[in-house]
């Protein structure tokens, strides 16, 4: 491949005010409750008659994303998909977010503008506005810091801690595909630089890396619970595993689980690809990550609401806090359940 000449503007032209004009231009309000946006001193948001949910969330260069590999684009995209879905995580409906980010002097207007076209599309997509935030110069690499702000009601809105003895353990989409996406990723950067000059080989495999460098959050089941007239008794979002999502909603609540290998779903493609680097595909469900799909219990009584729904499985079920969390395999085991998702700190 050819190198081509790509303009380079420094960020330093423009100033802070200048920066955020010119990024954030292109970012119209289009939600009622966004009464004020970019360009005062603060939002102005009118939530009357709503609950306010906001969830912050950030992104540090080498810890959570890896620009060998990340297209600034899909960077800006996932920014604000990630945050986005825990407010779906409560059963609420995310209307605007602000961005603050800190960067280099390595990165020119141009990368930056990537960043926040990525940021654009996220937001035209999912229906929310883009209503503040802050630039900073960094001294090393690129920190992105995203707040979601949602709406919810009292009625609806769903938490972790509400889970009771005998709900049902509901999980949507499917699981462990982010964690190969990564795996096939890093295992092509090591390749890389070990020999420059050799091609990545990334197998063809646009689910999964997709499910990684490109996740979306579920707004279809938020909006399928809402024409249903379906409220989970609990819920969160599976962003560091399965397994260790579970823990959480049984620790806050105070119960346990019986979880069923034969109810997680896990995906053709991502199955494969486990089997391909001698890993079992379940232990990739469990403890891969990075999937942004629901956990959710919901009320025995509710199951017909639920049983024909698409991308919707059921997966188990809470018990008494003293049974603990149990994985029930395919091969008839009982075994105790084992969290060993991402650790933040």
């Not at 509901?170 to 990564?182: P, R, S």
């Not at 997680?264 to 942004?292: R, S, V, W």
Request: net charge negative.
């Amino acid at each position: 491949m050819q190198d081509q000449q790509v303009p380079r503007t420094d960020i330093g032209t423009l100033g802070e005010f200048g920066l955020i004009d010119h990024l954030t231009r292109q970012f119209p309000l289009e939600n009622a409750s966004s009464l004020k946006g970019v360009g005062d001193d603060a939002a102005v948001i009118d939530n009357t008659g709503y609950l306010t949910v906001v969830s912050t969330d950030m992104l540090v260069e080498g810890i959570h994303f890896d620009l060998m590999y990340t297209p600034l684009k899909h960077l800006g995209y996932k920014s604000i998909t990630v945050n986005l879905s825990d407010i779906y995580a409560m059963n609420a409906q995310p209307k605007q977010v602000t961005v603050s980010i800190a960067l280099s002097n390595r990165f020119s207007l141009e990368a930056v503008e990537e960043i926040y076209e990525g940021m654009r599309l996220a937001c035209k997509h999912y229906g929310v506005d883009l209503v503040g935030g802050d630039t900073s110069s960094s001294n090393k690499g690129l920190i992105l810091s995203i707040t979601a702000i949602g709406q919810g009601t009292a009625d609806k809105l769903a938490y972790r801690n509400t889970a009771k003895v005998g709900d049902l353990i509901c999980v949507t989409g499917d699981l462990g595909a982010a964690y190969l996406g990564l795996q096939i990723l890093e295992r092509e950067k090591q390749i890389f630089l070990d020999s420059p000059g050799v091609q990545p080989d990334l197998e063809a495999q646009n689910y999964i890396i997709g499910r990684q460098l490109k996740p979306e959050a579920r707004k279809d089941v938020i909006e399928m619970f809402e024409k249903n007239q379906l409220v989970p008794t609990a819920m969160i979002d599976i962003s560091d595993g399965l397994a260790s999502e579970l823990f959480h909603i049984c620790t806050q609540s105070g119960v346990g689980a019986y979880l069923e290998e034969s109810g997680i779903p896990i995906h053709p493609d991502t199955e494969m690809q486990a089997i391909k680097f001698g890993l079992d595909p379940a232990t990739c469900a469990l403890n891969g990550g990075e999937d942004y799909e629901l956990l959710f219990t919901i009320n025995p009584k509710d199951v017909d609401k639920i049983r024909f729904l698409p991308d919707i499985y059921i997966a188990g079920e809470i018990v008494e806090a003293k049974d603990g969390l149990k994985l029930h395999t395919k091969g008839g085991n009982i075994h105790p359940l084992k969290a060993q998702g991402w650790q933040h700190l």
